[in-house]
Structure formats: C-alpha cells, structure tokens
C-alpha cells in the first residue's frame, strides 16, 4: 500500500515491488547488482546493525521517506513531505 500511495504523491515514480524474498540477506546480492533500488523497513532496524552501518558511512543508501507523526532524530536530514 505505502509503494502505492508514493506513486500517487509523486506522479513521475514509478514503483515495480518485488515479492517473495524470505529476508534481508538474500536481498543484499541484488542490490549490489543494481536489480534492487529501493527497500522499505523499519527505522529501528535501519540503525540497529550491519549492514546498514557501513551503507550509511559509504553513502550507499539514503532515507527518502520516513512515516510516523514526527521527524525522526536519527534521519534529520531526510525531506519533509507532511
């Protein structure tokens, strides 16, 4: 649903989800190899471990989006769409 109401907000995004990956490390290969863009979790896990860490040092990944009623501090940079 959320993939949806982005491609709604922001008419140019086109949004083509992808299903059945049992989790995160069998995603990881795919996104080195450019057939992943983009990937929505929780900001916990996000901040929580590896390797997220490291993809955040290197400039690797970038929070676009962040739900919820307010700004979270760890993503101050993150755009303000509300």
Known sequence: ????????????????????YPGGPEMR???RAGRIQCRSFTIE???AREPYH???KKGF??????????????APRCPDYV
């Open 29 to 31: 290969p795919r996104y």
């Open 1 to 20: 649903m959320f993939s949806r109401l982005l491609e709604e907000t922001f008419p140019p995004l086109k949004i083509n989800s992808v299903l059945g």
């Open 61 to 74: 990944v970038r929070i676009i989006v962040q739900t919820g009623q307010a700004r979270d501090p760890q």
């Open 45 to 47: 896990a996000f901040f």
């Open 54 to 56: 490291t993809w955040r």
